[in-house]
């Protein structure tokens, strides 16, 4: 058995610790390796992607010199995201939790009993470690001595388990009141009763009516009391409202909703060679379509054809600046749910692109944080909510984005021929709403999209 301290082990090296086959009868890549070590078990593309992240994630979680507020930022988000699973993709086993586990458990033995179960502590991390090096679902082989020793009776700290069927409910009343109208009123109802009508009187208000009128007819003065009323006219039916007319849109570049965009994981797409596929934080709410949940945090799963063009290291960690209301693609097997604003140099005319480069990232200001709007100067306004493909703004608008001498990110509606004739504002800087401007590291006079 090696000796080599698992939480620094490199790929291969825990492979051969832990399974029976090599990577050199397996093939070196994680696909191939996974399914050596599962072949009974199918993955989605998705999957595949998620277990590349999940190794990327690995390695920052077993590196000694990263900061202590990141690293525990890391673990809470990896405590958060096993509180609902019990393998990192939910149920299946992958080779991801094979080298999770081996670059984890160092430091879960290290760790006191408050860091394992105190109020604080990251429970669900424990439970994972302690699941993957007992169960057989992941056919590791390791010595007893070498498992991290967990009492599962030993627990500081109880949380209340969350009761799915209340937390539903409470979501359902939220999403009700959201949706109420402001200073609506508000009529209690008995269950398994119907909803009263306007103008129609409820059983309970017949009955006390009823009860009153006999009162009156006991004490001899129901003929005094009864008067006849007078019949009731018919309230004459309001003309419907005309219809407002449709709002029209102009045509301007707020049309585009641009944001600070986190890339938190990027990996080489499974099916194809010259694409990346990024999880990345675009400050969505929870529960928005096309998203998902990854680390404790919302993403998107975006796919660029980065690859060969930037590193894969240049992508891990970093802020972006993303285009998020295009319509979602599949990309080879992969929903892609938003875009990376990237800069190139502007060819020639007739010159053929043949895409060999260079490609540089757009980048926010510095601490610019995942979510924050972005507009050009000059042209504020609100985003649609998804672009219609039909009216192709986005390949309308796009050629007046462009880079200037100073390397600023800038809006040229003189390179765009609808707006032409609307009177020039000339050059918009791109800006983040909280203050700063978006710029490149070198290209000058580039095509940004």
Same mark, same amino acid.
């Given at each position: ?36 070590? !599962? ?23 077993? *590196? ?8 525990? %930022? ?16 939910? =149920? &299946? ?34 439970? !994972?470690?302690?699941? $993957?090096?007992? =169960? @057989? ?23 209340? @388990? ?18 109420? @109208? ?15 009508? %306007?103008?129609?009187?409820? /059983? ?18 129901? #003929? ?7 019949? &009731? ?42 694409? !990346? ?20 945090? $919302? ?27 295009? /319509?979602?693609?599949?990309?080879? #097997? ?38 924050? *709007? ?25 050629? #007046? ?26 050059? #918009? ?21």
């Amino acid at each position: 058995m090696s000796t080599e301290n698992p939480n620094s082990a490199s790929f291969s090296s825990i492979i051969q610790r832990f399974f029976s086959f090599t990577t050199a009868s397996s093939g070196s890549d994680i696909l191939s390796v996974s399914h050596s070590a !599962y072949p009974d078990i199918h993955y989605t593309d998705n999957e595949k992607v998620v277990i590349n992240s999940w190794i990327t994630t690995s390695e920052q979680l077993a *590196r000694q010199d990263e900061d202590q507020a990141k690293h525990a %930022e890391r673990l809470g988000s990896l405590n958060l995201h096993l509180s609902t699973r019990t393998t990192l993709l939910g =149920s &299946k086993p992958s080779i991801a939790d094979a080298v999770l586990y081996a670059r984890l458990s160092p430091a879960v033995k290290t760790w006191l009993d408050e860091e394992r179960t105190g109020e604080r502590g990251y429970h669900h991390v424990v439970r !994972y470690v302690d699941f $993957v090096q007992n =169960s @057989p679902l992941f056919g590791l082989s390791i010595p007893q001595d070498d498992k991290v020793a967990i009492n599962p009776n030993d627990v500081l700290f109880i949380h209340k @388990p969350l009761d799915p069927k209340e937390e539903k409910e409470r979501k359902k009343k939220e999403k009700a009141l959201a949706a109420a @109208p402001s200073g609506a009123s508000q009529t209690s109802l008995v269950v398994g009763q119907p909803k009263p009508q %306007e103008g129609v009187k409820s /059983k309970n208000e017949n009955s006390d009516t009823t009860s009153s009128v006999t009162k009156d007819i006991l004490a001899g003065t129901a #003929g005094d009391t009864q008067a006849a009323q007078p019949r &009731k006219e018919k309230k004459d039916k309001a003309a419907k409202q005309p219809k407002a007319p449709v709002k029209e849109t102009i045509l301007s570049p707020c049309l585009i909703d641009l944001r600070v965009g986190h890339i938190l994981q990027a990996v080489p797409h499974p099916n194809a060679d010259s694409l !990346y596929v990024s999880t990345i934080a675009c400050g969505d709410p929870p529960g928005t379509e096309n998203t998902s949940e990854f680390n404790g945090q $919302v993403v998107r799963t975006v796919c660029s054809g980065l690859n060969g063009l930037i590193p894969l290291s240049e992508l891990q960690d970093r802020k972006i600046v993303a285009v998020c209301n295009l /319509k979602p693609v599949t990309m080879r #097997g992969v929903k892609s749910a938003a875009m990376v604003l990237a800069a190139s140099p502007r060819l020639a005319p007739g010159t053929v692109d043949n895409h060999a480069g260079p490609v540089e990232l757009v980048n926010p200001p510095m601490g610019a944080k995942a979510g924050e *709007r972005i507009h050009f100067e000059g042209w504020e306004g609100e985003p649609e909510g998804v672009l219609n493909p039909k009216k192709k703004v986005w390949e309308t608008l796009q050629p #007046g984005f462009t880079t200037t001498e100073d390397l600023r990110v800038v809006f040229d509606d003189g390179a765009v021929e609808q707006l032409k004739g609307e009177g020039r504002k000339g050059l #918009g800087k791109l800006v983040v709403v909280s203050g700063g401007e978006c710029k490149v590291t070198t290209l000058k006079g580039a095509v940004v999209r």
